[in-house]
Structures are given as C-alpha cells and as structure tokens.
C-alpha cells in the first residue's frame, strides 16, 4: 500500500528525470560536442604515446647499431683509417644526442664516454658519462653512469670531481658496485691526507657492505692502518 511519502517520493524523482531529459534535449549539441571532444583527446593521448614509443624504439636501434660499428671499428689495424673513422662516429653520436633527450640519448652519451675513455680523453669522458646519468637520472644506467664519470674524473686529476660524483652514485638504491665507489672515496681522501674523511668512508663499506667482503676486509684493514698512523701523529 502506497504511503503519502512514497507517492511524494516518486513525484520527485519523475520530475527531476523530466528535467534531465529537458537538459538533455535542450543541450544535445553541446553535450554532443563534448563527448566527441572527450573521443578525440583520447585518441589523441594513445596516438602520442604509440608514436614516443615507435620513435623511442627507433632511436635504440639506432644506438645499437652504432655501438657494434665502434666494436668493429676497435679491430681496424689501420691507425689513420681507424682514427679518422671513429671521429665521423663522434660527430654522429653528437648530433644523435642532440636530438634525443631519452633513454636512447642517454646510451648514446654512454658510447661517446667508453670512446672518450678508451681514447684516454679524460675530461671528455667524464661529460659523457654525466650527461648520461642526468639523461637516465631513474634507470639503472645513473649510478653506473656517475661511477664511471668518476673514475674519468679520477684519471684526469680531479679528485675532488671524483669524490663528489662518487658520493653520487652510492647515494641511488641497490647500486651494487656501492662498496668499490664507497671505498675509492676512501682511497681519495687518504690520497688528500684527509684521513678522518677516509676512515668515515672506509667504515662506510664495513657498514653497507656485508654483500661485498672483499671490499668489506680491504676498509677494515685501511680503518686498522689509518687509525693507528693517526695516534702516531698525534
């Protein structure tokens, strides 16, 4: 049996389905327009992600291909012909990473820093590198990256350079070569007499190193040798 407030209820509710449909019929133009706006951004947003993709895609094939063309360039026995060929891919490594602000940008950075080390151009190598590490700044190829930007650093003389980009890279999640960079901070430092700086890295590798006792046992004995050198001193 129907209730006052049921009947009143329904009244409503029939009413406001009349005023949708009125709005509805009033605005179907518009309302029209705005799903097919909707449609097209749509088709529009996975357009341009299929397409970042393709070209993404396109670009580490085209990195690849020029990593093996150094790889074979490294067997030309003719020095001239081989110097002269591995400057052309530089020039094109440079226009590619120009032109790719990617992940493939960032490889194409990391091949110019392994020609530029193997060429023993030091400072060269270790632009590379950083560029390759803020380019890839969320992969895995970051810590690697300023690892090798500093050992550049380090064979070119900057050692304080070095010790910074190696704090770096130890500064990025489940890096595994950590310890080592760990420890050439230690390294560095004792090589700068800072022995107090040395001994806090070297404890460092003892204390986040457990994965890596041989780097472990390395600090441990400098911690030993330091610490004693240091009473010496005193």
């Known amino acids: 049996m129907a209730t006052a407030n049921g009947i009143e209820k329904a009244d409503k509710n029939k009413k406001i389905n009349e005023q949708l449909v009125d709005f509805i019929q009033q605005n179907r133009k518009f309302l029209l327009a705005v799903v097919l706006g909707i449609v097209v951004i749509f088709i529009g947003l996975i357009a341009g992600i299929t397409i970042r993709e393709v070209l993404q895609t396109?670009?580490?094939?085209t990195v690849e291909g020029l990593r093996e063309r150094y790889e074979e360039l490294r067997n030309e026995i003719n020095e001239?012909?081989?110097e002269e060929a591995v400057q052309a891919l530089v020039d094109e490594l440079k226009t590619?990473?120009?032109g790719n602000g990617s992940y493939a940008g960032a490889q194409g950075y990391a091949l110019l820093g392994n020609i530029y080390g193997d060429k023993k151009s030091w400072a060269e190598a270790e632009d590379?590198?950083?560029n390759a590490a803020r380019r890839a700044a969320k992969t895995y190829l970051a810590p690697v990256s300023l690892f090798n930007a500093?050992?550049?650093a380090e064979e070119g003389g900057s050692v304080e350079q070095a010790i910074r980009l190696y704090t770096e890279c130890i500064g990025y999640p489940d890096f595994s070569a950590a310890p080592r960079a760990q420890f050439a901070i230690g390294r560095l430092e004792e090589s700068l007499n800072n022995y107090e700086a040395a001994i806090t890295?070297?404890?460092g590798v003892v204390n986040n190193g457990q994965n890596d006792q041989d780097w472990v046992n390395l600090a441990q004995s400098r911690i030993i040798f330091l610490t004693i050198l240091t009473q010496e001193e005193e």
């Not at 396109?58 to 094939?61: C, E, F, H, Q, W």
């Open 201 to 203: 890295a070297y404890q």
């Open 58 to 61: 396109k670009a580490i094939r």
């Open 150 to 152: 500093a050992a550049a």
């Open 80 to 82: 001239a012909s081989k």
């Open 128 to 130: 590379a590198w950083t």
């Open 96 to 98: 590619f990473v120009s």
